[in-house]
T-cell receptor, first 114, second 112 residues
């Protein structure tokens, strides 16, 4: 069964550094998402991406965050200058061909900012 | 925006018993309600979903019910097994909205 893959599984970085989290969505999906989950809390929406542009973003997704789909297969989340509070699990998800298509999540990247 | 509340936060059941997890939502425009199971160290995995044009859906030991009037939906797991132990999240969204709104999760423990 096709799956969403994320790399790395764990990233440790120092405060102020830039990080790039990578995802390969399911190949025929059209909608791409980043969510995050702070330890023990709910899954929170960051951003959705469709037709090569951001379609929706949350308040969390400020100017420090950006997303890109550079080559038609990868989908990346960049945090320009990490803060301690960015420490969380970051999940990439992809959805099919229409609104309300089920989301398929990757196994996440655990980001630790020290 | 939508607000999804989920109860209970933790649930322990004996193997073979049933487990019920309940969620409420605030936006009457929400029309799609998936349930996700998250095992330790993994991402949420879709286990069942329901759309607003039906009141109940079953898939083997798992069922979901939806009450649009009361704005709540529930996950029912029958004949629970130890491998059902995980964190379960409900979610809601509406047509035209990209964002899925998640509940706070229920940690289910099935005691052998």
């Amino acid at each position: 069964e096709p799956e969403v893959t994320q790399t790395p599984s764990h990233q440790v970085t120092q405060m102020g550094q830039e990080v790039i989290l990578r995802c390969v969505p399911i190949s025929n999906h059209l909608y791409f998402y980043w969510y995050r989950q702070i330890l023990g809390q709910k899954v929170e929406f960051l951003v959705s991406f469709y037709n090569n542009e951001i379609s929706e973003k949350s308040e969390i997704f400020d100017d420090q965050f950006s997303v890109e789909r550079p080559d038609g297969s990868n989908f990346t989340l960049k945090i320009r200058s990490t803060k301690l509070e960015d420490s969380a699990m970051y999940f990439c998800a992809s959805g099919g061909t229409g609104y309300n298509s089920p989301l398929h999540f990757g196994n996440g990247t655990r980001l630790t900012v020290t | 925006g939508e607000n999804v509340e989920q109860h209970p936060s933790t649930l322990s059941v004996q193997e073979g018993d049933s487990a019920v997890i309940k969620c409420t939502y605030s936006d009457s425009a929400s029309n799609y309600f998936p349930w996700y199971k998250q095992e330790l160290g993994k991402g949420p995995q879709l286990i069942i979903d329901i759309r607003s044009n039906v009141g109940e859906k079953k898939d083997q030991r798992i069922a979901v019910t939806l009450n649009k009037t009361a704005k709540h939906f529930s996950l029912h797991i029958t004949e629970t097994q130890p491998e059902d132990s995980a964190v379960y999240f409900c979610a809601a969204t509406s047509y035209g909205e990209d964002q899925f709104y998640f509940g706070t999760g229920t940690s289910l423990t099935v005691i052998p």
